[in-house]
């Protein structure tokens, strides 16, 4: 069968595959794209490749125990899915992921979101973050670093609202952990998925990053027309897990004054 367009003229099929791994708790999902092209347009193969190193401080998602994390990466129609670690808020996996992609292709970002594995019941999302494929073709992740997962406040009870919060980067107000991995995007002939183990030396060669820490002051003034004037207001400032709450103050003529 061969594709025509409303000319009659042939179209080229491009296809983003996927391909199952051997794993459950490691694996590529299998999936197809299609996006039709005249034969004039030429495509170019690519490589995402995911430098995964390790995650801290992320939110469990039930109320007794730790969490049992594991990360899934969601490019085009592709998707996979790290091995889960036990018991652990502060994982390491020290991987290479290699996502195959032509150009040009439908999908403008890369989805990773972080799951609470649960045994028996669905996985929960703890939260997510988006990343634009220009960005990463342009090599401005090409060195390791800090990505922030967002999501829905911790305690969260709203069933659909918190699915939301935590699925969508833009919904997410809440810091639910960060992990640290480099993004790059290489030309390849003829690229399949797979994924490489860190040798020993470039493990070592990453552990040595130094992390550098900043204070950070917010100067708080007033407030004014707050939904109920009787009530007593704090202000709270959250940055990543550090909180700091405000003492309560009722208004002075309809005025909170924090300073």
Request: aromatic share 12%; no cysteine; proline share 4%.
């Amino acid at each position: 069968m061969v594709l025509k367009d409303e000319e009659n003229k042939p179209v080229h099929k491009l296809s983003d595959m996927g391909m199952k791994g051997d794993s459950d708790d490691d694996q590529f999902a299998l999936g197809t794209a299609e996006l039709m092209l005249p034969p004039s347009i030429k495509t170019t193969s690519y490589y995402l490749k995911v430098t995964l190193l390790k995650a801290q401080k992320l939110i469990k998602m039930d109320l007794l125990g730790t969490i049992d994390p594991f990360l899934v990466f969601e490019f085009g129609s592709s998707k996979y899915k790290t091995k889960k670690i036990n018991n652990n808020a502060n994982p390491t996996w020290n991987q290479v992921i290699y996502i195959p992609f032509s150009e040009p292709m439908i999908s403008q970002l890369l989805n990773i979101k972080a799951y609470d594995y649960d045994l028996g019941t669905k996985d929960e999302i703890v939260g997510s973050m988006s990343y634009r494929k220009n960005d990463i073709m342009a090599n401005k992740y090409k060195d390791p670093f800090w990505i922030n997962i967002y999501g829905s406040q911790k305690g969260s009870s709203q069933g659909k609202k918190r699915k939301l919060m935590n699925s969508v980067p833009a919904m997410g107000t809440y810091w639910k952990g960060r992990i640290l991995m480099k993004l790059e995007a290489e030309q390849a002939e003829k690229p399949q998925q797979k994924v490489e183990h860190l040798e020993d030396k470039e493990i070592n060669m990453y552990s040595s990053l130094i992390s550098e820490s900043y204070n950070i002051q917010v100067d708080v003034y007033y407030g004014v027309e707050f939904a109920n004037p009787s009530d007593k207001y704090s202000i709270v400032v959250r940055w990543a897990d550090e909180e700091v709450e405000f003492s309560k103050l009722k208004a002075d003529q309809g005025v909170w004054k924090f300073y």
